[in-house]
């Protein structure tokens, strides 16, 4: 059980919400960022107040310590996703992520192989692939979606060929909410010899996710998503593939050696990857996140959002006034659109209520002809959402269509 009110005192922006349109701030928008609690800000302060210097830079006390710091946020994130410390790369996020290994991947690549994706993609894990097929001659597939958004291991047997060399999936979408059946999707993909990578930007953070237990090659996640900095991100890769990829970012700190004839000798993994100074005040915050979520419990994060979202579904559909496009997803995201109004018109309405809903195409741009509409509302939750928050939610959709109340 999760006790959101004593949570939210953990976090500045809930404790003393700042005002919008003189209504205290009710966050919903946690698909898009989250609000950072006061350990995040006290670690990624204290980098600044007392700890400034660079790391793997330097050998005087100071440096030593952001090494010592770096490694243990590694220790961080291989506990959460349950990898070891060496295939963790840090990056600025999860689209960083995804072109970084695009870009590396491209050489693997001729004409005619294949990149399946799906319609349901953000914008991060669709134009990488768009941009390594028209370089390499790469051919871009789509799996089917089910009406629900969700990828059956049928429609993926029936898209993957021996030309197939990349699968790109994202676990949760961040429009529905689906949740794929990854572990099934991973084990189809490498029948064919192909490499799958999961965009667990919208997943890591409300669930527990086991790397190992799934079988995935490659995994992204940004930091700013679950209650770290912005600027941070991961690259899991399995070892033996991080290894074998090229460089994708080369500069100080990546390499072993380099000649006059342009050799480089690259450092062993993940520091190959690394080039230049990291987001160190980043990686403090990201660790403090990690360790303030896995107290909480993703097992407890995931019952808590999947109890809010069906409270929120049962009251919006009791008003009778809305479409909503995901009702059976159990991830936190509700994804509606208030009949005869425009999403952001809808979206500029509830922001007069001192409420942050996403409103639009959400960087999901394939999406609109599959569920039928150009935009949508997008309200999406988190640990410390309370039913408070869905109640003052709801209050203002039963009163949609007096949106152009919101420009007077």
């Avoid at 350990?39 to 790391?55: E, G, K, M, P, Q």
């Avoid at 840090?90 to 290994?101: H, I």
């Avoid at 349901?120 to 789509?142: C, D, M, R």
């Avoid at 520091?271 to 230049?276: D, I, L, N, T, Y």
Wanted: proline share 3%; charged share 25%; hydrophobic share 40%.
């Amino acid at each position: 059980m999760i006790d959101e009110k004593l949570i939210r005192k953990e976090f500045p922006m809930l404790s003393n919400p700042p005002l919008m349109q003189g209504h205290p701030l009710v966050w919903l928008d946690n698909a898009s960022t989250t609000l950072k609690p006061q350990c995040v800000l006290d670690a990624v302060s204290s980098y600044y107040i007392s700890r400034t210097s660079n790391s793997h830079r330097g050998d005087y006390d100071l440096c030593y310590s952001m090494d010592v710091e770096t490694e243990l946020t590694r220790k961080a994130v291989s506990k959460l996703i349950n990898c070891s410390p060496n295939e963790v790369v840090f990056t600025s996020g999860t689209t960083d992520s995804l072109n970084r290994l695009a870009q590396s991947l491209q050489y693997s690549l001729k004409k005619g192989d294949e990149i399946i994706i799906s319609l349901s993609e953000h914008a991060s894990n669709v134009l990488p692939w768009f941009q390594i097929a028209k370089h390499t001659g790469a051919v871009i597939k789509y799996v089917e979606l089910q009406k629900d958004g969700l990828i059956t291991l049928e429609n993926l047997r029936k898209t993957l060929s021996k030309r197939t060399k990349i699968v790109s999936l994202a676990q949760v979408g961040n429009v529905l909410g689906q949740i794929q059946p990854i572990k099934e999707l991973v084990a189809e993909t490498h029948k064919f010899g192909a490499i799958f990578i999961v965009d667990g930007a919208q997943s890591v953070p409300h669930m527990p996710v086991d790397v190992k237990d799934l079988d995935c090659d490659f995994l992204c996640f940004s930091g700013h998503k679950i209650c770290g900095p912005t600027g941070i991100g991961v690259l899991y890769g399995k070892y033996k593939l991080l290894e074998d990829l090229e460089l994708n970012s080369v500069g100080g700190g990546m390499n072993d050696k380099f000649y006059l004839d342009g050799t480089i000798k690259p450092s062993k993994a993940p520091a190959k990857f690394e080039a230049g100074t990291q987001n160190l005040e980043g990686i403090l915050g990201l660790r403090a996140a990690i360790e303030f979520i896995m107290k909480i419990g993703l097992e407890n994060i995931a019952e808590h959002e999947h109890k809010l979202k069906k409270y929120a579904v049962e009251r919006i559909k009791e008003l009778g006034n809305s479409v909503i496009y995901n009702a059976d997803v159990k991830s936190g995201i509700v994804t509606f659109n208030i009949n005869d109004v425009f999403a952001q018109d809808a979206a500029t309405y509830l922001n007069s209520k001192g409420i942050a809903c996403r409103s639009g195409q959400h960087c999901a741009k394939l999406l609109n002809d599959f569920i039928g509409t150009p935009a949508t509302i997008r309200a999406s939750f988190y640990f410390y959402t309370t039913k408070e928050d869905i109640d003052k939610l709801v209050d203002a959709v039963s009163h949609g269509k007096e949106f152009l109340d919101a420009y007077f």
